[in-house]
C-alpha cells in the first residue's frame, strides 16, 4: 500500500484482528458445545463455523500481508 | 480493564462475558498499538493531514465507505428500517450510489488535479477566502458536532446494552481516539475505518444470516411481517410511493428523487469534506476516481447488515418497538432493534464481536471527524488567516494539539446533544445546513467558468441561512406570520403530515435551490475571474488525463456504469 513508507499493509492488521477474535470465538463455541448459550438458534452452533471462518481469513491475510513480504 | 468494565456494569440489555470482555480490550490494544507505530510515518503536513497521499484505491474506497459506516449510522438506519420499513435503503441505494459514482467520474478529477487538501481549499482556489472561510467555518462546527454526537449515542447504547457508566465510555472512547489520532493523523483514522469496515461486517452479519433461517427466508419474514403490522406495507421501496399516505414515511417519491438523490446525497457524498478526505489521500488521479466507485459498491451491499435486520426485527421480535420521546419502562426505542437482535442471536464470543464492531463504528466516526477538523482549521482556517507562513513542523504541530482540542470540545458536544430525541434526525439537520448548499457552490463552480467570487460568497450564505431557517420554522422554534410549524411543514413539503427524514429531504432541497438562484443572480450582477486563473478548477478550461489505452476493466467509467446497472437491478427486485 504503502511506496514511500514502507508501512506494513493494512490488510495486516485485519488479519491479526480476524486470527486473534477466531480463535477466542471458535474456542468458546467448543468450550460451550454441550452447554450452549441461551439464544435463539443455539444449536447451529454459530460462534463454531464462525470462528472458523474468522481463523481462515485471518492466516489469509496475515501470510498474503505480512511485514517484510517482497512485493513483484 | 476487564476488572474495571465489569465492576461498572450495573442494568444492562446483555451481559457480557470475560471473552467478550477480551475481544473488546484486543480492539483498543490494537488500534493504540496502530496509532504508536504510524506516528513516525506521521512527520510532514502531506503525512499527517493527506495520509502521504500513497493509499490505493481500494484502501481509499474502504476507507470512503467507511467514513460513514459509523455505529451512529447502522443503530439509526437499522430502527428507521423498523420504523419505515425497506424505504429506509434508499438513503444507501439511490440516495448513495449516483452521487458516489458522481464524485468518482466528474468530480474527483477537479478535486485531485488541484492537489487540494480539502473542500474548503477548493472553494479558497476557486471563490477566494470569504466563501472558504464560511465553509471552513461551519464544516468545524459540525465536525466537532459530530464528534459529538458519536461520543454521546455510543454512550447511551454502551449503557442501554451493557449498562456502562455514560461518562466512563466517553472519557474511555475519547482519550483511546484523541491518542490515536494526535499520534497518525489521516494514517490512523483510514487504518482504523479499514478494521472498522471488516469488524462491522463480521460482527453484524450473522443477524440477517440467522435471521432469514428462523423465518424461513425472505418470503416467510414478508409473512411475519404481515401478520404483526397487518394492512401495512414494510417491503416495497417504490410502489408505495405514489401518495405520501400509501407509506410509513409520509414521502412521495418526488421527495427521494430530488430531494434526497439529486440534492443531499449528492450533497454529502461530493463535498463533505469527511468522506471526501479519504479519496483525497489516493495516490493516483485513476485511484482517486475509482475509490468511490469501489466504495459504491460495498454500499450497496450495507442493506444486507442494516436494512435487513431492521426488518427482521418487524418479523421475529417479540415486542414493539416505539419512538424514543415517550418511552414507558420496559419499552424500547426504533434505534434498539440492531441491539435487540445481536443478543437475540449471539451468545459469548460473537456478541463481544458485535460490540467491539459497534465500539470501533463510534471511535472510527469521532476519529474522522477530528481528523478532518484538525485538517479544516490548520490549513482552511488557522494557516490563511492567523499565521501564513510557518514551517510545515508548525502546521503538523498545529494539527496534533487540533485533534486533543477537537476531541475535548466534542466531549463538550456530545453532553449538548442530549436535548435532541431523535439522533438520526439530529444528523439530518445538520447535513441540510451545511451540505446541502455547499454542493450548489461546488458545483456550480466546477462545471460555469462564469461563477464569480461574490457569487459563490453569497449563494453560499443564502443557502445556508435559509436552511437554518427551514428548520426552526417547520420545528415551531421561529414563530412568524402567525403559522403553526404544521403549517410550515405542509407549505414547504406540500404535506402537513410529512416525517423528519421526509422535512429534512424538503429543506435540503430549498436551501440548494435558494443557493443556486443567489449565486446566479449576484454572478450576473459580479465581474466575472480571467480564464488564466481558474485552469485546473473548471470543467471547460481543465485538461483531463484521458485513459485511451487503459483496458475495459481498468477503466473507471466502466465500473461507474456498472455500478449503477447494480442499482437499477436492486431497485426493480424490491420495487
Known amino acids: ?72 | 480493564m476487564t476488572v474495571i468494565l465489569g465492576m461498572l456494569a450495573a442494568e444492562r440489555l446483555v451481559r457480557l462475558s470475560a471473552v467478550d470482555l477480551a475481544i473488546v480490550a484486543f480492539y483498543f490494544a490494537l488500534v493504540l498499538g496502530i496509532g504508536f507505530y504510524l506516528k513516525r510515518f506521521a512527520t510532514t503536513g502531506e503525512d499527517f493531514f493527506m495520509a502521504g497521499r500513497e493509499m490505493t484505491a481500494w484502501v481509499a474506497g474502504l476507507a470512503f465507505v467507511s467514513a460513514n459506516l459509523g455505529s451512529l449510522e447502522l443503530l439509526g438506519w437499522a430502527g428507521s428500517a423498523y420504523q419505515y420499513g425497506i424505504m429506509a435503503a434508499h438513503w444507501y441505494w439511490i440516495g448513495a450510489i449516483p452521487a458516489m459514482v458522481f464524485l468518482g467520474l466528474v468530480m474527483m478529477p477537479f478535486y485531485y488535479i488541484s492537489k487540494t487538501h480539502s473542500v474548503p481549499g477548493y472553494l479558497q482556489l476557486r471563490y477566494g477566502s470569504a466563501a472558504s472561510g464560511l465553509s471552513a467555518i461551519t464544516f468545524a462546527v459540525m465536525t466537532v458536532l459530530m464528534s459529538g454526537v458519536n461520543m454521546y449515542a455510543m454512550a447511551v447504547v454502551m449503557e442501554v446494552v451493557l449498562g456502562w457508566n455514560m461518562n466512563f465510555s466517553i472519557v474511555v472512547s475519547s482519550v483511546t481516539v484523541a491518542i490515536y489520532v494526535a499520534a497518525g493523523g489521516l494514517f490512523s483514522a483510514i487504518f482504523n475505518e479499514v478494521l472498522q469496515f471488516f469488524l462491522i461486517w463480521f460482527g453484524a452479519l450473522l443477524i440477517p444470516i440467522l435471521g432469514l433461517i428462523e423465518t424461513g427466508g425472505w418470503k416467510g419474514m414478508v409473512e411475519r411481517i404481515q401478520h404483526n403490522f397487518p394492512g401495512q406495507d414494510f417491503t416495497h421501496m417504490w410502489s408505495n410511493m405514489g401518495h405520501v399516505q400509501d407509506n410509513p414515511m409520509g414521502m412521495h417519491w418526488v421527495g427521494i428523487v430530488f430531494g434526497l438523490a439529486m440534492v443531499q446525497s449528492m450533497g454529502y457524498w461530493t463535498t463533505d469534506f469527511l468522506v471526501v478526505q479519504r479519496v483525497l489521500s489516493a495516490k493516483d488521479i485513476r485511484s482517486a476516481k475509482m475509490a468511490p466507485i469501489i466504495g459504491s459498491f460495498f454500499k450497496m451491499a450495507v442493506p444486507l447488515i442494516v436494512t435487513l435486520p431492521g426488518l427482521l426485527g418487524l418479523a421475529v421480535l417479540p415486542m414493539h418497538l416505539h419512538p424514543a420521546s415517550g418511552l414507558q419502562p420496559g419499552e424500547f426505542a426504533y434505534d434498539k432493534v440492531l441491539p435487540l437482535m445481536l443478543a437475540r442471536y449471539c451468545g459469548p464470543g460473537l456478541l463481544g464481536l458485535g460490540i467491539t464492531a459497534l465500539v470501533a463504528g463510534f471511535m472510527a466516526g469521532m476519529a474522522g471527524n477530528v481528523s478532518a477538523f484538525a485538517t479544516v482549521w490548520t490549513y482552511d482556517l488557522y494557516r490563511p488567516f492567523i499565521r501564513k507562513e510557518a514551517p510545515d513542523k508548525h502546521y503538523v504541530s498545529m494539527g496534533r494539539w487540533c485533534t486533543l482540542v477537537g476531541v475535548f470540545i466534542s466531549i463538550g458536544a456530545a453532553y449538548l446533544v442530549k436535548q435532541f430525541a431523535s439522533i438520526m434526525d439530529y444528523v439530518q439537520a445538520l447535513f441540510g445546513f451545511f451540505i446541502a448548499p455547499l454542493f450548489a457552490t461546488v458545483l456550480l463552480g466546477m462545471l460555469w467558468k462564469r461563477v464569480t467570487k461574490e457569487g459563490g460568497f453569497w449563494g453560499l450564505l443564502a443557502g445556508t441561512t435559509s436552511s437554518i431557517t427551514l428548520f426552526l420554522l417547520m420545528h415551531g422554534k421561529l414563530p412568524m406570520f402567525g403559522k403553526s410549524a404544521e403549517q410550515w411543514v405542509g407549505l414547504f413539503t406540500f404535506n402537513p403530515n410529512a416525517q423528519g427524514l421526509a422535512q429534512d429531504m424538503f429543506q435540503s432541497l430549498w436551501s440548494c435551490t435558494t443557493c443556486l438562484v443567489v449565486t446566479v443572480l449576484v454572478t450576473m450582477l459580479t465581474k466575472p475571474r480571467l480564464d488564466s486563473e481558474l485552469r485546473g478548477l473548471v470543467y471547460s478550461l481543465t485538461e483531463v488525463a484521458k485513459e485511451e489505452h487503459a483496458t475495459l476493466f481498468h477503466k473507471p467509467l466502466f465500473w461507474g456504469i456498472a455500478s449503477l446497472v447494480v442499482l437499477a437491478i436492486l431497485q426493480i427486485i424490491f420495487w
Open chain 1, 1 to 72: 500500500m504503502s511506496e514511500k513508507h514502507h508501512i506494513i499493509p493494512v490488510w495486516f492488521f485485519v488479519g491479526v484482528l480476524f486470527l486473534v477474535y477466531g480463535v477466542l470465538i471458535f474456542a468458546t463455541g467448543l468450550l460451550e458445545w454441550s452447554d450452549p448459550p441461551n439464544t435463539v438458534l443455539a444449536e447451529l452452533r454459530a460462534p463454531v463455523w464462525w470462528g472458523a471462518l474468522l481463523i481462515i481469513l485471518g492466516a489469509v491475510y496475515c501470510t498474503a500481508f505480512r511485514p517484510g513480504r517482497r512485493e513483484n
